[in-house]
């Protein structure tokens, strides 16, 4: 049998416990850290097209805002649950902190099956949720944005009912929006921006050089294909492997991403393609190059190939991708994991430009966006390679001592108060 698995809140506990011990955090502060601030329950009655009435379970946890108004993502996912919503709205807390952002962390979910609801039954949930949940948010209070699931039209239906209920038009209350409601350019591939910048700021501090360094990536979806793109057309990096749900290819001299793409669009797989080695998901993670960029699921780097793994750098695109046994054995084989608050926090970078836009009513190009989105990644990426070497631990540790040592100094000038 194996042993019980941690629930996700107990995980986040255990990786805030591990970094408050490298800091000697006070048992005040572990105990301010340790609860959500507030958490949001609501019953959520929607006419469903069949005419009967289907009452939903959402959540809105905001754990903590010592730094600026919360900020985090809402769900749609059958298997949301008040324990998932409470963890990733501490993780948000950790990650807007290693980024340095004016924000806090909170996150959102309604459990339902977002597969199953047609357009009309989306809207209404969405627009009953927003209602449920407008004395909470705002742009100076609580700045929701899109996660699994829920997509820019989500988003703008969300400022559609807060605008009509504030009176005015609201658009800084919400990110990820279409660009002709308020979003920003350079948002949809941010993510994946982010994810190549990590790699070659970790290729510089390792003397790598990023002209033809071979990488694998893992998931051809919205971050994997889009990090594909950057790092080959921008960076000149050789994209050897990459795979999805059906399998993987490979080609020593590198990939075509262009032709990639086009046979994805077209046949829905990448495995397709002519003139290519087909391998396994599986073996993907394990090829002898110099990056890893796993951006599929969570938890496929295990104890079990861990030590197989050959790339120098691995960049988590992917929220969880790597196990704590998994990164244990990486640690001491000398290979670097750039953590996925780290590694992915492009996106909710380039929701804080949008955020910043919105309040301003002015509008940046897509190169300026991305001009900042370098800088502030760049200099988060330097600030946890400082920290990992100064207290000779993991980046995964290092990011989350980092970001517990900036939420807690905020904690402590501010004071408890009465
Ligand atoms: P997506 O749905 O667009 O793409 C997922 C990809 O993974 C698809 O190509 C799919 O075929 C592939 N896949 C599914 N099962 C697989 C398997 N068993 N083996 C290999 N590939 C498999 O999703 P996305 O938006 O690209 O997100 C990917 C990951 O990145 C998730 O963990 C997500 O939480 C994380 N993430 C995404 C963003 C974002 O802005 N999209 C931001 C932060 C983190």
Redesign the pocket.
């Known amino acids: 049998m194996s042993e019980k698995k941690q629930n996700p809140w107990e995980m986040a506990l255990s990786q805030f416990k591990k970094a408050a011990d490298v800091i000697n955090l006070s048992d005040d502060l572990r105990a301010v850290l340790s609860v959500p601030q507030r958490e949001i329950h609501v019953a959520l009655p929607v006419k469903m097209d069949n005419g009967k009435v289907k009452v939903f379970t959402g959540y809105r946890v905001q754990h903590n805002n010592a730094r600026g108004p919360y900020k985090g993502g809402i769900r749609y996912h059958p298997n949301v649950s008040i324990e998932e919503v409470k963890a990733l709205s501490m993780w948000m807390t950790w990650k807007t902190a290693v980024l340095d952002l004016p924000l806090g962390g909170a996150k959102g979910g309604i459990i339902c099956d977002p597969k199953n609801l047609s357009i009309g039954e989306n809207e209404r949930l969405t627009r009953r949720y927003a209602y449920a949940i407008s004395k909470f948010i705002g742009p100076y209070e609580d700045v929701p944005a899109p996660d ?1 699931y829920t997509t820019p039209q989500h988003m703008a239906w969300i400022m559609d009912v807060y605008s009509a209920l504030a009176g005015h038009y609201e658009p800084g209350v919400i990110t990820g929006k279409p660009i002709e409601s308020g979003g920003s350019l350079g948002r949809s591939n ?2 994946s921006r982010g994810v190549a910048i990590t790699v070659a700021e970790a290729a510089k501090r390792m003397n790598i050089k990023l002209k033809d360094a071979s990488v694998a990536i ?7 294909s889009n990090a594909a793109i950057i790092m080959a057309q921008e960076y000149g990096m050789k994209i050897v492997a990459v ?3 059906k399998g993987g290819i490979y080609k020593k001299e590198g990939l075509n991403v262009g032709s990639v793409l086009k046979e994805k669009e077209k046949s829905g797989t990448v495995t397709t393609l002519n003139g290519v080695e087909k391998i396994s ?1 599986e073996e993907v993670l394990t090829l002898d190059v110099d990056v890893l960029v796993p ?4 938890e496929v780097i295990t104890e079990k190939n861990a030590s197989k793994i050959k790339a120098k750098i691995i960049s988590e ?3 969880g991708p790597t196990t704590p046994e998994a990164d244990e054995i990486l640690f001491k084989k000398g290979s670097l994991v750039i953590p ?1 608050i780290l590694a ?1 926090s492009g ?1 909710v970078t380039v929701s804080y430009f949008e955020w910043v836009q919105d309040l301003q009513r002015l509008w940046w190009s897509e190169e300026e966006v991305n001009r900042m989105l370098t800088e502030r990644m760049t200099k988060s990426f330097n600030d946890v390679y400082d920290a990992m070497k100064k207290y000779k631990i993991d980046m995964r540790t290092a990011a989350l001592t980092l970001a517990v040592k900036r939420v807690s100094d905020a904690v402590t000038a501010r004071g408890i108060w009465p």
């Open positions: 699994v941010s993510t893992q998931g051809f979806g919205n971050v994997g795979s999805d749900s998901n951006a599929a699921l969570e695109g992917a929220n996925d992915n996106g």
